[in-house]
């Protein structure tokens, strides 16, 4: 049989309404999930998910936009970095809801890429919102780039910002939101094809009237496609072995 080598290495499985479901899905798709989480302490129920699959692996996290609440799990997040070579969802958030809890999700951020830094061989992904230079400041300050595979999930930056990310050799995880904008396909346009991943953010997308589910990935791989000009198949291969290298 021919699999459909599908490819989403940002979303939320454990955040859809049936969890069970979104995991048998992605599954029966034989899709590449990276599912991340938003707590330490939802993250052992995700491991015991994805243990009887081949295609998902669950992430350890701790979300920018819960730290203001949570940030005290980083302690848990030590507990089981040790455990894992999957780590995400982490990273900064400076939009205007959770811009009170900055310089604490710094702290964070920071304690948690030190962990992955010294441990190494980590893949990571990371949330940037409103705060790309501040995000690569901290990647470029721990060093974790250097023994890590770091993803960029929806980086939404100007061209300064996506030249040095791609300097210290991160990768990108694309949705099909992203590309509705210039800044989205100004990077699917400068960073090397080798390092674009596809990317849900389900159970967060809304693509038109629908709610993307994990796994939805046809949409966006038609866009990055499109904007290649690429054969649709060759796209898929081609994100396909991109994630399997990000995966070795
Ligand atoms: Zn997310």
């Known amino acids: 049989m021919n699999e459909p080598n599908l490819v989403d290495f940002h979303c939320h499985l454990d955040l859809h309404a049936d969890m069970q479901a979104a995991f048998d899905r992605c599954e029966q798709l034989s899709c590449t999930t990276f599912t991340v989480t938003t707590t330490p302490k939802a993250y052992s129920r ?24 949570r940030g005290g799990e980083i302690d848990l997040f030590e507990e089981f970095v040790g455990t894992t070579r999957y780590i995400g969802e982490i990273g900064l958030d400076a939009s205007r809801s959770h811009y009170a809890s900055f310089d604490k999700q710094k702290l964070v951020f920071d304690r948690a890429l030190r962990l992955c830094a010294a441990q190494r061989d980590k893949i990571i992904s990371i949330h940037s919102a409103r705060c790309a230079r501040q995000v690569l400041e901290a990647l470029h300050n721990t060093d974790v780039c250097r023994s890590n595979v770091i993803v960029l999930h929806w980086f939404s930056a100007g061209q300064t910002e996506v030249r040095k990310a791609i300097e210290l050799g991160c990768w990108f995880s694309v949705n099909q939101q992203m590309l509705t904008s210039e800044t989205g396909r100004k990077l699917l346009a400068v960073v090397p094809r080798d390092r674009i991943l596809t990317e849900t953010d389900a159970p967060f997308m809304k693509v038109g009237e629908k709610t993307l589910v994990g796994g939805d990935v046809i949409g966006v791989l038609e866009n990055i496609a499109s904007f290649w000009k690429m054969d649709f198949q060759e796209t898929r291969d081609l994100i396909a072995s991109n994630a399997t290298r990000a995966l070795l």
């Open 46 to 69: 995700n491991v015991d998910f994805a243990a009887s699959t081949k295609h998902i692996k669950a992430a350890l996290g701790l979300h920018p936009q819960l730290v203001a609440k």
